[in-house]
């Protein structure tokens, strides 16, 4: 049995070994034969190429340097087209994405640069921030909601510059509180402090966005607020109508009229028969001093000067001459010509500031400054009521801007201005302040109802007027 199976195992391996053998000459076929194809794909790949290497030759052997500058042109144009035709399409969709949703960080960045433009155009960079929005037109809307009809028609009188003047604008705002408080009628179950004051509160809103509130008016609105808070609560709504009633009765006189009295009866200490007084614009207070100099039979001249653009001057030669009074009316330009005969120069004031600058009306320190050259007094009457608590060495961080079209006009005959030629020049930027800042080193001494007192006292009648209110 053993030399059976020995037999038997001889004949399988013979057998196994033609089969391996059987399976490697397949597989070396199946290699010979994906050999063969990558080599007719590489000579393939390579007629390919030299081909295409020699139709190149051929076409640049037959075309010439121009030739080939002219398609290449020829190209760069179409290319600049579709550009082109790309951005027309893409418009219309950005302005829509606009409208409709958030402008994606592309759009932005491309559109930037146009809207700065324009604001360039508009306004002067510096004095950015004195800029307002476009006031509204007044003359279409009578019924505003929380503001009293005497407010609106207020407001409309400062925008129109009907009222001018720190003291006019002034006493209009106490007489229309006045009249609101005789109209207000408080609602059920609120109190009428509380309630006059958000009324208030809206009316003087709607002034500020009419024009801008002037010193003399916060200081008002600030005492009659603190008299407000002061008030007592267990009164009636009629007792305290007759109380805030009395409260800017009292202000009117003793503040703003008695004021104007004493500051009419130091000035006039000051003035002698033969003087030559020089004023600018218009001030009722000044008007009042040198009616009550020519009450007093002195005999004085008063020379006038005025600037565009608007002339202030022509109503108080108008005033004074129907007075009886002695005038004579030049522009601001011819100031140094007259200024050797000039004996004293009374100014008035928007504000006084707590670093002892004076803010008035534009071309007021120009006026001292000429009157400092030559060695002439300049008393500035301004009354304590005027005094801020601001400080300020120029004219750019507070004023006001009035509309750059009064400019262009002539004011002083019925011809179109010159200026109005360059109306509509993009380059030009107009810029029309109604104020300036006159250092306390050109000014003598300020004239008010307490002493003429230097400029740099400021901050002690400051500190005096607030114990006042606190006792």
């Not at 966005?209 to 009659?224: G, K």
């Not at 009316?329 to 707590?354: C, E």
């Amino acid at each position: 049995m053993e030399k059976k199976e020995v037999a038997a195992n001889r004949d399988k391996k013979p057998e196994k070994v033609k089969s391996d053998k059987i399976q490697t000459t397949v597989s070396e076929q199946n290699s010979n034969k994906e050999n063969e194809k990558l080599k007719r794909k590489l000579e393939w790949e390579k007629r390919l190429a030299e081909q295409k290497l020699k139709g190149k030759t051929e076409e640049t052997q037959d075309l010439s340097k121009t030739k080939l500058k002219a398609i290449r042109r020829e190209r760069q144009e179409a290319q600049r087209q579709a550009k082109a035709e790309y951005k027309v399409q893409e418009k219309p969709k950005s302005k829509r994405e606009k409208t409709d949703l958030q402008v994606q960080h592309t759009n932005t960045v491309t559109e930037k640069p146009l809207e700065v433009k324009k604001s360039k155009a508009k306004y002067i960079q510096f004095v950015q921030h004195l800029y307002r929005q476009s006031s509204p037109e007044y003359s279409k809307f009578v019924n505003y909601k929380d503001v009293h009809a005497v407010f609106v028609h207020l407001g409309i009188q400062y925008a129109e510059k009907v009222i001018l003047g720190s003291n006019a604008r002034c006493l209009a705002l106490l007489s229309a509180m006045k009249y609101l408080i005789n109209d207000l009628q408080t609602p059920p179950k609120q109190e009428f402090g509380r309630y006059l004051e958000s009324v208030l509160q809206h009316s003087t809103n709607y002034l500020q966005n009419c024009r801008p509130l002037s010193v003399s008016m916060t200081n008002v609105l600030r005492h009659f607020k603190l008299q407000l808070t002061r008030m007592d609560a267990n009164l009636t709504d009629n007792a305290k109508k007759a109380h805030l009633q009395e409260v800017i009765d009292l202000y009117i006189n003793n503040d703003i009229k008695k004021a104007w009295d004493a500051i009419s009866m130091k000035v006039n200490q000051k003035i002698v028969d033969g003087d030559v007084i020089l004023i600018f614009g218009c001030s009722s207070l000044i008007r009042k001093i040198l009616f009550e100099a020519h009450k007093d039979e002195k005999k004085f001249s008063v020379i006038i000067v005025d600037s565009r653009p608007l002339l202030e001057g022509r109503e108080m030669l108008r005033r004074l001459v129907s007075f009886g009074i002695k005038c004579t009316y030049i522009f601001i330009n011819a100031i140094s010509y007259i200024m050797t005969g000039v004996t004293k120069v009374l100014l008035a004031a928007h504000a006084l500031l707590t670093n002892g600058y004076v803010m008035s009306r534009v071309g007021t320190a120009q006026v001292a400054l000429v009157a400092q050259a030559y060695n002439k007094p300049v008393l500035v009457c301004c009354e304590t009521y005027k005094f801020s608590e601001m400080v300020q060495t120029h004219a750019f961080i507070y004023n006001e801007i009035d509309s750059s079209t009064s400019l262009f006009k002539a004011g002083t005959q019925a011809l179109e201005s010159p200026l109005a030629a360059l109306k509509d020049n993009p380059k030009l930027n107009v810029l029309n302040l109604l104020y300036d800042v006159t250092p306390p080193d050109l000014v003598t001494a300020v004239v008010t109802e307490l002493a003429i007192l230097p400029c740099t006292s400021v901050p002690v009648v400051l500190r005096i007027n607030a114990s006042e209110t606190i006792l």
